[in-house]
């Protein structure tokens, strides 16, 4: 009974939970303008603009009046959207013709239309983004099944529904530039002052041999580097956060090990994981590369259960403070090492 009990407890704090996530407002005709606060990384849903004139009539919705429908019904299952207006406008592009003379023609450099964008994500590869663009591939608008919204649209070729073009692009009222130099200003303090730092590396090219990974970028990008936290902060970083911080600290624990046993090892902190290389290389024809590749890489081994050879990836073994002691950790090494240039930050 006190099991159910607590699992009754459980389900409701979840649920409560989903409700306050969910909890986005949804007012139909209220307008929702796209900021440049919104994103960086968002959802192009769908552009709305003029039908043609063969296929128009005086009945149904206008471009903003389904654009508007559309972010209040994305909006009422949870999912932020905004409206974004492009103007049209029309340039002169000065030609010459058959005789040599110059000949200005006007034409429309950019059609007018309005947009619908929805989502705020720090990343492409955000896990959330990448499920929310495959429901808003699927969800069908209410609106466009009604007959008297006029509503027409193309389907994308051999995907089904009206949003199945949907894609993740960067917010347009945000410079490109800034969240480039965003990612450059992360990436460079994550790799700055390591004991053995693959950016510091006399070569061209290392090869990697294990990597460590988190589900997705912590918080330690964006707030905590404003803040100037450490590399790895864990009173900032949530539960995928604190993955990645994890993933960094076994990195550069391989490393030392690695240079323990006269091995030259080198660690590199990424967005979305760390990984460990040996060498540094001026060629990827290198001999030495496939000396590494050798050591490091999986072969056939016997396995002493079965009797029966697998293909086994090489591991290493970091003992315990005293013989009787289990393993501090076991690393796996990755089953087929890769050449990769070493990164300039």
Request: with cysteine.
């Amino acid at each position: 009974m006190r099991t159910l009990l607590n699992s009754v407890l459980l389900l409701s704090v979840i649920a409560s939970m989903a409700l306050e996530t969910w909890a986005i407002d949804a007012v139909r005709g209220k307008s929702y303008p796209l900021g440049k606060e919104h994103g960086p990384w968002m959802i192009m849903v769908a552009s709305f603009k003029k039908p043609p004139e063969d296929r128009r009539t005086d009945e149904g919705l206008t471009a903003r009046q389904a654009a508007d429908e559309l972010v209040y019904e994305l909006r009422k299952v949870g999912i932020p959207a905004y409206i974004h207006l492009q103007e049209g406008r029309v340039e002169k592009l000065q030609t010459v013709d058959r005789l040599g003379r110059e000949d200005g023609r006007v034409y429309a450099a950019q059609r007018g239309m309005i947009s619908v964008l929805a989502g705020n994500y720090e990343s492409i590869e955000s896990p959330v983004a990448q499920k929310t663009l495959l429901y808003v591939k699927k969800f069908r608008p209410k609106f466009l099944d009604d007959p008297k919204s006029g509503a027409i649209y193309r389907e994308t070729p051999g995907q089904k529904g009206p949003l199945a073009g949907a894609f993740l692009t960067i917010n347009p009222l945000i410079d490109p530039a800034s969240i480039q130099q965003k990612r450059d200003m992360l990436l460079t303090r994550l790799n700055t002052g390591l004991q053995y730092g693959l950016v510091d590396a006399k070569g061209k090219y290392s090869l990697k041999i294990a990597s460590f990974g988190g589900r997705q970028m912590s918080a330690i990008g964006d707030e905590a580097l404003a803040k100037g936290a450490s590399k790895f902060d864990r009173s900032l970083a949530g539960n995928d956060g604190m993955n990645l911080n994890l993933a960094g600290e076994d990195a550069e624990q391989l490393t030392r090990a690695l240079r323990q046993k006269g091995i030259d090892a080198y660690c590199y902190h990424g967005r979305f994981e760390s990984i460990v290389t040996v060498g540094a290389f001026q060629s990827k024809e290198d001999p030495r590369i496939q000396e590494f590749a050798k050591v490091f890489g999986a072969r056939m081994k016997l396995n002493p259960a079965t009797g029966i050879e697998n293909y086994t990836s090489e591991t290493l073994i970091l003992p315990g403070p005293k013989p009787t002691d289990p393993p501090v950790k076991v690393f796996i090494f990755e089953a087929n090492p890769t050449v990769m240039e070493i990164p300039q930050v």
